[in-house]
């Protein structure tokens, strides 16, 4: 009793001299269950969240493959769009210095070689965007063009000067889509047991009394 009312003491003091009182109360807004699976060079992730009374209100898993040549690093994954009625794409997202876009560089998908350009626009990227280039592929496309041909993600300047070269590796798909689903059925497990497993989410807001 003797801390009670040292507490009103000084919340009543703080009242007086200021003329209000502030605390901060978190409210619980949800919950995430998160898993991550590495394996050799590809990487898997998948979530399920849900709402604070346990709801399911998102999911989500994708796939990861990288490789570098010096200064350019590439992630290779999978973009699902089928919930929006568009065919699995082969995503290539690049990475290179401010420097190169000074040069007027841009990067090409190519196929059968290296040293062969690219003639369909949708495999040439020249805008630069947050020190990223993008290329987009149908996944179905990207397989057919794999069985004939070695893959290449080719950085070039302005004159056509190769730069950087990685060759993709076609077989990460598989390996990369194995990550995943074992990262989604580790989610899945979690889920099963939401308050012992998953991660709470919670919203701090400012309670002031005046």
Not at 3 to 25: K, N, Q
Not at 123 to 149: T, W
Request: glycine share 6%.
């Amino acid at each position: 009793m003797r801390e009670v009312g040292r507490l009103i003491i000084v919340a009543t003091i703080a009242l007086s001299e200021f003329g209000c009182a502030s605390f901060t109360r978190d409210r619980l807004t949800g919950w995430n269950c998160v898993s991550d699976v590495a394996a050799g060079d590809v990487e898997g992730s998948a979530f399920y969240s849900f709402d604070r009374t346990g709801r399911p209100s998102s999911d989500g898993m994708d796939w990861q493959w990288r490789a570098t040549d010096r200064d350019l690093h590439i992630t290779m994954s999978t973009l699902d769009r089928e919930p929006f009625g568009i065919p699995p794409t082969i995503t290539l997202v690049v990475d290179l210095p401010r420097e190169f876009f000074r040069r007027r560089g841009r990067v090409e998908f190519r196929t059968g070689g290296a040293d062969r350009p690219q003639a369909d626009p949708r495999f040439v990227d020249r805008r630069y965007r947050q020190l990223q280039y993008n290329i987009n592929i149908p996944a179905s496309e990207f397989r057919k063009l794999a069985e004939s041909g070695p893959l290449y993600l080719v950085a070039v300047d302005r004159s056509d000067a190769i730069l950087r070269t990685v060759q993709l590796d076609p077989d990460a798909i598989a390996r990369g889509e194995a990550v995943m689903h074992s990262a989604q059925s580790q989610a899945a497990a979690m889920a099963s047991k939401l308050r012992e497993r998953c991660t709470p989410e919670y919203e701090s807001r400012d309670i002031v009394i005046a």
